[in-house]
């Protein structure tokens, strides 16, 4: 069943076959992800990790969609008619339109700004009509035409774009610079659409029937200006290296260039554009670690090793004993083995749990985050619900703890202990932090968590919970999250005993193993925006992949559970299982995410 998962959540849509020029090696395939197009019923398709945010397709249109742009990050896209109406879903913000506007000319294309936070449309006299923070550097709206406007591209700054005409004409407003046009030569075809290279310095022009003209550095790869055609090219697309191109027909067929891979087409009518979906950054695992942990040798007493009234060294608060023995998070080599042990298994961040300025978590920061640094890990911080806290003094700790140790991802535990009203202005002052709430794992299933996160201002959710859920809640629970904009960020945990610790009673088994497998291929299924690990080192509740071993306590007779099992695996193999397992789950996750 496990591998039947996998297999599913790497499958790429089917369709015609591509034409020559594309490779298909890993290295290339990152360059281009996938795409969407759009039809002029408003209809949106989606191939390879281009994602679906909605579309106008059911919606009875007062004009044709003619055009459509992407959001920077790629979470979401806006639509354009005719009419200059404007549709966005995802992320993409409607920043106004002319849809109530009486046009000269019908609106024929748009390009959105660096920062997705504003957009141009142009209409085929080439006057261009200004949104959010896209500035006007001008527009062809008072000069006589010899072709009609088709199309425009922004350069890499967005501080200024190029015009295309149907005979190839280029008009270049702002830091957008001239390299050549078709205008004076003959065409077989007009000219449908431009791209423009990465680096601004030259641009693509298509026409019709698929013929390609390459100015400045954008570089020939190839055209289906020979080729039989079943409809005629109406849109292209560059890779994020400019090494390639997909040029789409109107009936959804691709054809691809360069190093642009084909991932999928066909089975649509009326395609009027085609975006390319940007590449992702390398999908991330970040794991909860504890800090909390401290013995007389290195502290001057046992802390949390003795939590339940327990008597360390041998009798602990944990269900499980660390191979490590009952450690000091003060001790140096502890930390660094440790840090160094999770960065081999491809975890990229450690979510430090932190209580509070002054506290013992908080006097073992430098330490942790100059180990992590040692190792490539970043550093994000878990806040918890310490004595006093409030939303504002977590305003204060992102603050402190950016200027401190230059943390920006913060992930604050029952965010819920606060009113969304507390939180909005808390978080809508702060600069350059991503923050996260998690609270009630049943408001997580029901989406009423998502809607507090989303009314009170965070940029995503995490479910952390070791015990209730289980991975076939995640993609539920991401999905709920998606639909308000926000990230998520379902926590796999291999199981849950804490009967040393607290006296609870209530266990989630390993199961040798299944149990966690199980939550990866959940984690996985829900599309995360960042998988976390709960935990790296939460012994009380049992929760944790760090090593165990075999022990009992002499004086009672009391054994501790051990990995053993776990996979087939027994003594010291057992003892490392749930990192191994871990390094090969995070490989999945990278092969899947990487087309």
């Excluded at 790629?74 to 009419?83: H, N």
């Excluded at 961040?349 to 506290?359: A, D, L, N």
């Excluded at 607290?502 to 088994?509: E, H, I, K, S």
Aim: negative net charge; glycine residues 14%; hydrophobic residues 40%.
């Amino acid at each position: 069943m496990l591998g039947l998962l996998l297999a599913a959540l790497v499958a790429l849509p089917a369709g015609p076959a591509r034409a020559a020029g594309a490779t298909q090696s890993s290295s290339v395939a990152w360059t281009s992800p996938g795409y969407w197009m759009a039809t002029s019923g408003g209809g949106v398709f989606t191939f390879g990790s281009a994602g679906f945010y909605g579309s106008a397709g059911s919606l009875h249109l007062s004009a044709p969609v003619v055009g459509m742009a992407a959001t920077p990050d790629g979470r979401g896209y806006w639509l354009v008619a005719s009419d200059g109406g404007i549709f966005s879903f995802g992320d993409a913000a409607f920043h106004g339109s002319t849809g109530a506007i009486r046009l000269n000319r019908p609106i024929v294309g748009m390009a959105s700004t660096l920062t997705g936070q504003g957009y141009w449309l142009v209409a085929s006299d080439g006057g261009i009509f200004s949104f959010g923070d896209a500035a006007f550097h001008g527009s062809t709206g008072a000069l006589h035409l010899a072709k009609p406007i088709v199309g425009m591209a922004s350069t890499p700054s967005g501080q200024g774009y190029w015009l295309v005409a149907s005979d190839g004409g280029i008009f270049t407003f702002g830091d957008a610079t001239f390299h050549g046009s078709t205008g004076g030569i003959p065409l077989a075809r007009p000219i449908v659409s431009m791209v423009s290279s990465p680096s601004g310095h030259g641009y693509w022009l298509v026409a019709s029937d698929g013929g390609v003209f390459s100015f400045g550095d954008a570089a020939y790869q190839g055209s289906a200006g020979s080729v039989a055609l079943a409809a005629p090219v109406v849109s292209a697309a560059a890779t994020s290296d400019g090494r390639g191109y997909w040029l789409v027909g109107a009936d959804a067929g691709v054809f691809t260039y360069g190093d642009a891979v084909f991932r999928g087409g066909g089975g649509a009518s009326g395609v009027v554009a085609v975006v390319a979906a940007r590449p992702k950054p390398a999908p991330a695992v970040a794991a909860f670690y504890y800090p909390w942990y401290g013995n007389p040798t290195f502290d001057g007493e046992w802390r949390h090793w003795d939590e339940g009234g327990h008597t360390p060294p041998d009798d602990i608060g944990s269900d499980y004993y660390p191979a490590r023995g009952a450690y000091s998070s003060s001790d140096e080599s502890t930390v660094n083995s440790q840090m160094a042990e999770i960065a081999a298994i491809g975890v990229n961040e450690v979510i430090i749990s932190w209580w509070g300025r002054g506290s013992f978590e908080d006097q073992r920061m430098a330490l942790i985050v100059g180990a992590a640094h040692g190792h490539g890990l970043a550093i994000a911080a878990h806040i918890e619900p310490y004595q006093s806290r409030s939303a504002a003094s977590v305003g204060a700790d992102v603050a402190y703890l950016q200027s401190a140790y230059g943390i920006d991802d913060f992930f604050v535990y029952r965010a819920q202990d606060f009113t969304a009203s507390d939180w909005s202005p808390v978080l809508a002052s702060l600069s350059g932090a991503r923050v996260w709430a998690e609270s009630f794992w049943d408001g997580l299933k029901a989406g009423w968590v998502q809607a507090f996160a989303a009314d009170a201002g965070f940029d995503g959710v995490y479910t952390y919970d070791p015990y209730d859920l289980s991975g076939t809640d995640f993609p539920q629970i991401c999905g709920a999250a998606r639909q308000l904009h926000l990230l998520c960020s379902p926590s796999v945990a291999p199981g849950f005993s804490a009967v040393r610790a607290t006296g609870q009673t209530a266990v989630r088994d390993r199961a040798n193993g299944a149990t966690y497998d199980e939550r990866w291929a959940g984690a996985l299924a829900s599309l995360p925006d960042l998988v976390t690990v709960t935990s790296y080192n939460e012994w009380h509740e049992g929760s944790q992949i760090e090593p165990a071993v075999a022990k009992c306590v002499a004086a009672s007779g009391f054994c501790y559970q051990t990995y053993d099992g776990a996979w087939g695996t027994t003594g010291p193999q057992a003892s490392v299982a749930y990192l191994d397992r871990t390094a090969t789950w995070v490989s999945s996750y990278r092969q899947q995410e990487t087309p």
